[in-house]
């Protein structure tokens, strides 16, 4: 592997930007694909919002969270999950280039290979599960009677959902580095588990899948513990956990992938 | 059926036993959304009933849930996708085989794949949750049949949803709009008897509700035998619609097709 010690962080962002601007380029030579994209993507978070407000027609809570309480754990759930899909959606083909052998040149451009291969593609349903993500959050803190006092804590919560459900996605994806196959078959268990459960109130669930999604696998900090110290549900000092859950999720998406680099044997060996 | 139509079918069903993650991951992916649904339901019904179903009768409902979902989600969806994606479906036209009819062999034995991994998962989640025992030997028998039909229904569902890719550059979004749509108007993600009257309606005028509602009322004799012989023949109904569905816009679609610049 060729390790470039002038790759600072402005070049890596650089490069990083660049690279996302020309897929949004792209994009707009597709139209159509856009919109049946975006429109896939909302309909996932409509669908939600439906399962939500049918559920809390026939009871008046679950677990204690309240009907606005859970759209907002729903929402930010959605937001950071569409975002993986306009940041880091690459990564999804992470399986498919090392059985391809697609690594390669990626190895020898002066750029990190984990930004080249994020930025090979944009999700576009993200547009839409991002858009209408962010509608339920912000429909469930209006109705939650959360003031504007805790707009930082929401912003917090936002953007350390997006840095840790992306730095988790690319950590999955890159198991397919010694567990070869095209499909990101433990991306998929990990989003599947995510919006089966982390979409619910984690007092559900037995202490053993509370302490994996809190300290192990830690899910729980996307949505459920910033919108649980919104709305008083556990107290602020568990706001502290939320940045360093999305520093640790960062530096383990980043060692994981040079480890997964360094067994990287190219394909036909 | 012909014999090149089991060649399909079998060719597809070794290549997805040759892997046997994929059986573990079927039974998981799956299995999470049952753990999930056992956890909030048994919270909401406690010792009594919501939308008629007791705590025993919503765990054979999920149980169902599990089974259907877990053979509904194991096709090749992504082959499918890919053919086109990648441009094989230019190569595909050239060959005296008629696309869907391959397509959907393939798709069977894809599913036949899953078959044992949905069984012994059924079978586990029978014996550690002991859901409601079956309304009659007459509503198993008939739930078995209905279950059966979702291998068309499947099918009909993914074609048309994988025909979308000669308009898309990604599928992905595509297959997630497609479960999401399945699981909740199935009643996967919330049981039909709870939705108010106009989205039931909506439910029960789309193919999805065959997907677990169907199997899951006769199963627990929510319907009588009549009713459920009415169910049986709208899930055939529906499986015949979708394939010519898919006929009709895989001829609109194809014409698109474009072979490097051509």
Same mark, same amino acid.
């Given at each position: 592997m060729v390790r470039d010690k002038s790759l600072t962080a402005r070049h890596v962002g650089g490069v990083y930007w660049r690279a996302l601007v020309a897929q949004i380029r792209a994009i707009t030579e597709y139209p159509a694909d856009f919109w049946v994209m975006a429109s896939a993507g909302a309909m996932w978070n409509v669908l939600q919002f439906a399962f939500i407000t049918v559920l809390f027609a026939a009871v008046p809570d679950v677990a204690?969270?309240?009907y606005h309480e859970m759209l907002m754990l729903s929402g930010l759930f959605t937001v950071a999950s569409g975002s993986t899909a306009l940041l880091v959606d690459g990564v999804w083909s992470t399986g498919q280039m090392v059985l391809k052998g697609e690594i390669d040149y990626r190895m020898t451009r002066p750029a990190p290979v984990v930004v080249q291969v994020a930025t090979t593609h944009i999700g576009m349903q993200g547009f839409g599960e991002s858009g209408i993500g962010l509608l339920m959050f912000?429909?469930?803190w209006i109705g939650a009677g959360l003031s504007l006092a805790a707009l930082p804590i929401g912003l917090l919560g936002l953007v350390c959902a997006i840095v840790i459900e992306c730095a988790l996605i690319t950590v999955f994806c890159a198991v397919n580095f010694w567990i070869k196959g095209p499909m990101s078959n433990f991306a998929f268990v990990l989003v599947d588990l995510q919006s089966n459960a982390m979409v619910l109130p !984690?007092? !559900?669930?037995p202490i053993g899948v509370r302490i994996v999604t809190l300290f192990v696998i830690p899910v729980a900090f996307v949505n459920f513990v910033p919108v649980a110290v919104l709305t008083g549900h556990l107290s602020a000092w568990w706001l502290v956990g939320t940045p360093l859950a999305a520093l640790a999720a960062v530096l383990a998406a980043v060692g994981v992938f040079r480890l997964g680099l360094r067994s990287y044997d190219s394909a036909g060996h | 059926m012909s014999s090149l139509d089991v060649a399909f079918a079998t060719v597809t069903f070794k290549r997805k036993i040759a892997y046997k993650t994929t059986w573990i991951f079927s039974v998981l992916f799956g299995g999470w959304s049952l753990l999930a649904g056992l956890a909030v339901w048994s919270h909401i019904i406690g010792d009594g009933e919501i939308g008629g179903y007791d705590w025993p009768a919503m765990r054979a409902y999920l149980i169902i849930g599990f089974l259907t979902a877990t053979l509904a989600w194991s096709g090749s969806d992504w082959e499918m996708a890919n053919r086109i994606l990648d441009g094989h479906v230019a190569?595909?036209?050239t060959k005296p085989v008629d696309f869907q009819r391959a397509r959907a062999a393939e798709y069977i034995g894809g599913m036949t794949a899953s078959v044992p991994a $949905?069984?012994?998962?059924t079978a586990a989640a029978c014996l550690i949750f002991r859901p409601a025992p079956p309304a009659s030997v007459l509503a198993a028998a008939l739930t078995i049949v209905s279950v059966l039909f979702i291998f068309p229904l499947a099918f009909g569902i993914?074609? @048309? $949803?994988? @025909?979308?890719?000669?308009v898309t550059q990604r599928f992905l979004g595509i297959q997630w709009a497609k479960d999401s749509l399945v699981a909740f108007f199935s009643g996967m993600m919330v049981p039909l008897a709870l939705m108010p009257v106009w989205l039931q309606g909506i439910s029960w005028a789309l193919p999805f509700v065959h997907f677990t509602t169907t199997p899951a009322s006769i199963y627990l004799g929510r319907v009588d035998t009549a009713g459920a012989l009415g169910l049986l023949a709208a899930q055939a109904a529906w499986s015949v619609g979708l394939w010519y569905m898919g006929r009709l816009i895989w001829g609109r679609l194809v014409k698109k097709v474009t072979i490097h610049g051509g």
């Open positions: 204690g969270w309240r912000a429909y469930g !984690l007092g !559900l669930f | 190569i595909d036209l $949905a069984v012994l998962g993914s074609y @048309l $949803a994988t @025909l979308t890719c000669f």
